[in-house]
Every structure is written in structure tokens, then in C-alpha cells.
């Protein structure tokens, strides 16, 4: 099976900050990836599929990108309502299994 | 507009075979490529994958689990049911049903607000 390992597992960062999540594929895997918000008590919000296609409504601050197995969203400066947890999660075409990653929390500083 | 809801019992007793409903609106589960799956979340940890069922009754399942679940549709009634049987305290969680679309590259683009899971005697 493709392992995803999402970095960091934690984050602090302020109001304005460029913030950088990544996403790592223990092997080649197609850019059937997709990025995640969720907030406490609340279901996952789709962010980015396909590696870097921003979902209809999501700021333009929100990006995705792709190099080789490395993933990375890029929040490009972090507003207040952007303080939850992230989570990477890949579609395996060869399975037709998915994966999520373990989350990274973006937290005040 | 997409909507889904989860429904079920909030306690299960260990042993239990657990039978979640997701009922949904907004589109028709015979629509080519699209489906609905399922995904968990224990107190605090990530998501994890369970199941999918797709438009034409093809269906997924996670390798960790996949003895344990049945997953099956009802497209006149606009439902997916997940049974998970012997339920353990470690299947605790909140469960998610959520609409894969046809062209948003295997994503979840709607969920449902997800329903707690308790499993104790």
C-alpha cells in the first residue's frame, strides 16, 4: 500500500504568515490528490483536487503543487479563519483505495 | 445543492454490528462516475477510508476492514447503507458519508456533519 506522511504534525504560525504543509508518497502515485480544512466538530472541507485545482468558492490564497512524490498546500497569508487542521488524502488508481494523511494543525503563535 | 446526512444508533455494545444510513439530495447516485463513501474519525485522530459505492453498484472497500463492512445503495430512496460488524471499542468514532463526484480526480466534495459512534457495554 502508498503511504502518505504529512509534515509537519503541527504548526504554529500568525496572522499574514506564508504557510507550507506537505504531503509525502511513499512511491509514485498519480496527482489524484487532494487537500482538506477541517475545523473542530465539523466535517472535512475540500480545498485542492488533483494535486493543484482549487474546489469552486476556496480563497485564492489556498494552493496546491506537485513535485515528483512531494505534495505541498500553500496557504500564501494565513488569515484568522484559517487556524484548523489540514489533511492530505490520495486516491491509489490501481486499488481504487484512498489515504488520508495524519493532519497538521495550523495554530496561533 | 449537494447535501448528505448520516444516521444511526449513538451506542453500540461491543460484539454489535453497527448499520449507518447516509441519505442525500442534490444528485443521483446513477449518474455515471459519481459515488458516496464512507470515512471515520476516532476522538482527536485523522480520517481514515472505509468504504465507496459507485453509480453502477461497483464497489470499494478498505483492505484493513474489508471483512468487516457491507456497503450497498438504495438509489430510489436516495441512500447508502455501511454495516461494520463486531464492533469494537477501537471503532469509536464519528462517521462521515461524503459525495465522490466525476470530475474532481477521486476527491470528497460534500459531506455530511458526520454522526458519534460510542461503542461500550
Known amino acids: 500500500d502508498i503511504q502518505m506522511t504529512q509534515s509537519p504534525s503541527t504548526l504554529s504560525a500568525s496572522v499574514g504568515d506564508r504557510v507550507t504543509i506537505t504531503c509525502r508518497a511513499s512511491?509514485?502515485?498519480?496527482?489524484?490528490l487532494a487537500w482538506y480544512q477541517q475545523k473542530p466538530g465539523k466535517a472535512p472541507n475540500l480545498l485542492i483536487y488533483?494535486?493543484?485545482t482549487l474546489q469552486s468558492g476556496v480563497p485564492s490564497r489556498f494552493s496546491g503543487a506537485v513535485s515528483g512524490t512531494e505534495f505541498t498546500l500553500t496557504i500564501s497569508s494565513l488569515q484568522p479563519d484559517d487556524f484548523a487542521t489540514y489533511y492530505c488524502?490520495?486516491?491509489?488508481?490501481?486499488?481504487?483505495?484512498?489515504?488520508f494523511g495524519e493532519g497538521t494543525k495550523v495554530e496561533v503563535k | 445543492q449537494i447535501s448528505l446526512k448520516e444516521s444511526g444508533p449513538a451506542l453500540v455494545k461491543p460484539t454489535q454490528t453497527l448499520t449507518l444510513t447516509c441519505t442525500f439530495s442534490?444528485?443521483?447516485?446513477?449518474?455515471?462516475?459519481?459515488?458516496v463513501g464512507w470515512i471515520r474519525q476516532p476522538p482527536g485522530k485523522a480520517l481514515e477510508w472505509l468504504a465507496l459505492?459507485?453509480?453502477?453498484?461497483?464497489?470499494r472497500h478498505s483492505p484493513s476492514l474489508k471483512n468487516r463492512l457491507t456497503i450497498t445503495k438504495d438509489t430510489s430512496k436516495n441512500q447508502v447503507v455501511l454495516t461494520m460488524t463486531n464492533m469494537g471499542p477501537v471503532d469509536t468514532a464519528t462517521y462521515f458519508c461524503?459525495?465522490?463526484?466525476?470530475?474532481?480526480?477521486?476527491?470528497?466534495?460534500?459531506w455530511g456533519p458526520g454522526t458519534l459512534v460510542t461503542v461500550s457495554s
Open positions: 461524503a459525495y465522490k463526484g466525476r470530475d474532481t480526480g477521486g476527491s470528497f466534495d460534500s
Open positions: 442534490g444528485f443521483s447516485l446513477s449518474t455515471s462516475e459519481v459515488g
Open positions: 459505492i459507485y453509480w453502477n453498484d461497483d464497489k
Open positions: 512511491q509514485t502515485i498519480s496527482t489524484y
Open positions: 488533483k494535486a493543484s
Open positions: 488524502q490520495q486516491y491509489n488508481l490501481v486499488s481504487s483505495t484512498w489515504t
